[in-house]
């Protein structure tokens, strides 16, 4: 079964310096990776993917996300923190079923807290 | 934009009580999804359904079952709430066409179980 990790209950970061959120994926064949935040009493909102291609993925917000294939990791980095980034960030993985149902499994999520 | 609406952000129902969610999407998505999120232990699939009357279980189906009569509605039911299942319950949804997987989520409802 597909699992993702994430090591990190919560990260500490001062504003304006990088920061970094860390999954580490489990998948048996090619990995497709999700990262989501989560606002305070709010829905996930969806951040960016890797399905293939470009080990570095850009997405929302000014996050962007590196996929290492040798260490099974997809690291979610942003080069200058905000305080408006704190929030809970989840990992995802796909998993693999037939005819166009998606099932995604989600990391336990990372608490983000960027203080001044 | 892709919008999922939720029945309600808080609901507060009694022991015993038949407990109904409500999940709408406009985007015309295939695939629908209900999970329980608690902390420390992320979000757990409850039920899932990739067509109108088809569902699968999830990981956490006990306590619960799923309607889908329509597209675009999926309604999560508890047949008899309990303190265990105070929860926030989270309605996603997601397009079967091939190579756009991920989900897109409602504000999500708090359920408290007294």
């Not at chain 1, 960016?48 to 080990?55: A, F, Q, S, V």
Request: aromatic residues 14%; contains cysteine.
């Amino acid at each position: 079964a597909q699992s993702v990790a994430q090591p990190e209950d919560q990260v500490n970061v001062a504003e304006g310096n990088p920061l970094t959120v860390k999954c580490t994926y489990s998948v048996s064949g090619n990995p497709y990776l999700f990262w989501y935040v989560q606002y305070p009493n709010r829905g996930l909102q969806f951040l960016l993917k890797y399905i293939t291609g470009d080990n570095l993925v850009k997405g929302s917000y000014g996050f962007e996300a590196e996929f290492n294939k040798s260490q099974t990791s997809f690291h979610l980095k942003k080069p200058s923190a905000l305080v408006s980034d704190s929030a809970l960030y989840f990992c995802a993985v796909r998993d693999w079923l037939t005819g166009g149902r998606n099932k995604l499994t989600f990391g336990t999520g990372t608490q983000l807290k960027v203080e001044l | 934009d892709v919008k999922v609406t939720q029945s309600s952000r808080y609901l507060v129902k009694r022991t015993g009580e038949k407990v109904f969610l409500e999940c709408v999407q406009d985007m015309d998505h295939e695939n629908m999804f209900w999970y329980r999120q608690d902390p420390g232990l992320g979000l757990r699939l409850i039920y899932f359904s990739y067509d109108v009357k088809m569902k699968e279980k999830g990981d956490i189906p006990e306590g619960y079952s799923v309607s889908r009569e329509k597209k675009e509605r999926f309604s999560l039911i508890l047949e008899s709430a309990s303190t265990n299942q105070t929860s926030m319950y989270l309605c996603a949804s997601s397009s079967a066409a091939g190579g756009v997987y991920e989900q897109y989520f409602g504000p999500g409802t708090r359920l408290t179980v007294t």
